[in-house]
């Protein structure tokens, strides 16, 4: 079992930047890779940052050159920080990982870019 406590969220304004925290507990040794999810209203959950066990990351073009997935592992968290915000990353953003015993969500946190 894997737990995750997402924070940072928040309300910024278009052009902003901001961060997400993912405090990750439980079985870790057992996580192949990490990433964030976001689910904007009315719209399907959307891949926006990977991060394997080996270090490789991974993003959308939507997202390539503004958002930057990194972990701390002294202190178990996976971090999103999201610079250059537009409008269109307003959304709940789910941070997941993934073991050989299944995919595992946070609650999410809800991110606002306002123009």
């Known amino acids: 079992q894997v737990q995750l406590v997402e924070s940072g969220g928040g309300f910024v304004q278009a052009g902003g930047p901001l961060g997400l925290s993912c405090a990750v507990s439980g079985s870790i040794f057992s996580i192949n890779s990490m990433g964030w999810y976001r689910q904007a209203p009315g719209k399907q959950r959307e891949l926006v940052a990977t991060l394997t066990r080996q270090g490789s990351t991974d993003y959308p073009d939507s997202v390539k050159g503004r958002f930057t997935i990194s972990r701390d592992n002294a202190k178990n968290t996976v971090h999103l920080q999201m610079n250059g915000l537009k409008p269109e990353d307003t959304g709940v953003y789910y941070c997941?990982?993934?073991?050989?015993?299944?995919?595992?969500w946070g609650q999410g946190t809800q991110v606002i870019v306002s123009s």
């Open positions: 997941t990982v993934q073991s050989p015993f299944g995919t595992y």
